[in-house]
């Protein structure tokens, strides 16, 4: 959208049949939209894990951003603020915060490139890879390694791998590379399913 305002209209239209728990603006006012016991429109079809039902299970957090410039400061702050608040209020971990091109690549671009995952990283509020040693590209191996890191929705390998770089290598560009194995792998193996608490 083209600011806050259009957004707020859009997502409180019943004709949009989309909704949000909160939108942020870009000089960081927040407005809470549905209670956060309340299910929200912000996903739709689209996976993690196990959950095909991503709406029922998960805070929707809308950011008023074009999807080609930096994310103001201002929204930054306001962010953090409120992820860590709703972190705490339901237990979510870092890796519970994930993008709506994590849930559905392709039909999802948000947050796109310009978000700094690495800032919410450094505050314990998403997960950022320290990467193993490179692998050689191997595409049966990464398409397992983004599955179980949580990457489960269906969409073809080009459509993945673009939506794992917007996250991880965003710039990068090109077939699948040493640096996407590398990464991958490290978040499988430390994020994945198999390596979450049972309480996660």
């Not at 951003?65 to 971990?93: H, K």
């Amino acid at each position: 959208m083209t600011s806050a305002e259009a957004a707020c209209d859009w997502l409180c239209n019943p004709e949009a049949q989309v909704s949000a728990h909160y939108l942020i603006a870009r000089d960081g006012h927040s407005i809470q939209m549905v209670d956060e016991a309340h299910r929200a429109w912000h996903a739709g079809a689209g996976q993690w894990g196990a959950i095909t039902d991503v709406n029922s299970h998960s805070i929707g957090i809308e950011l008023d951003n074009d999807g080609s410039s930096p994310f103001s400061e201002p929204l930054l702050s306001a962010l953090e603020a409120l992820l860590a608040a709703v972190m705490d209020r339901w237990s979510i971990p870092p890796a519970g915060v994930i993008g709506h091109s994590d849930m559905a690549p392709g039909r999802k671009i948000d947050p796109g490139p310009r978000f700094d995952w690495r800032r919410l990283a450094r505050q314990g509020l998403a997960i950022w890879p320290d990467a193993e040693p490179d692998l050689p590209p191997d595409a049966a191996r990464f398409e397992a390694a983004l599955s179980r890191f949580g990457m489960t929705h269906p969409a073809d390998a080009a459509t993945r791998l673009a939506a794992f770089r917007s996250r991880f290598r965003p710039g990068a560009s090109g077939p699948l590379a040493t640096a996407d194995m590398a990464l991958a792998q490290t978040l499988a193996d430390r994020f994945g399913v198999d390596a979450r608490p049972a309480s996660a």
